[in-house]
């Protein structure tokens, strides 16, 4: 399992990428993306994100 940030909510804040341990969430153009192969499942993007544009996925 990881997370995946919906890209239709997302605002572009970077609150998700500045929180992540591993360093697995990446600005694409003007929104933000996780790396599910990079992901270890933490959460804490999850609950940074202001919007609630993350959740977890079954991958």
Do not use: L, R
């Amino acid at each position: 399992m990881s997370y995946e940030i919906n890209k239709d909510i997302c605002v572009g804040c970077g609150a998700c990428a500045g929180n992540c341990p591993v360093s697995a969430i990446e600005q694409m153009d003007d929104k933000y993306e996780i790396d599910s192969k990079a992901c270890v499942d933490c959460g804490a993007c999850e609950s940074t994100c202001p919007v609630s544009a993350i959740s977890k996925v079954n991958s």
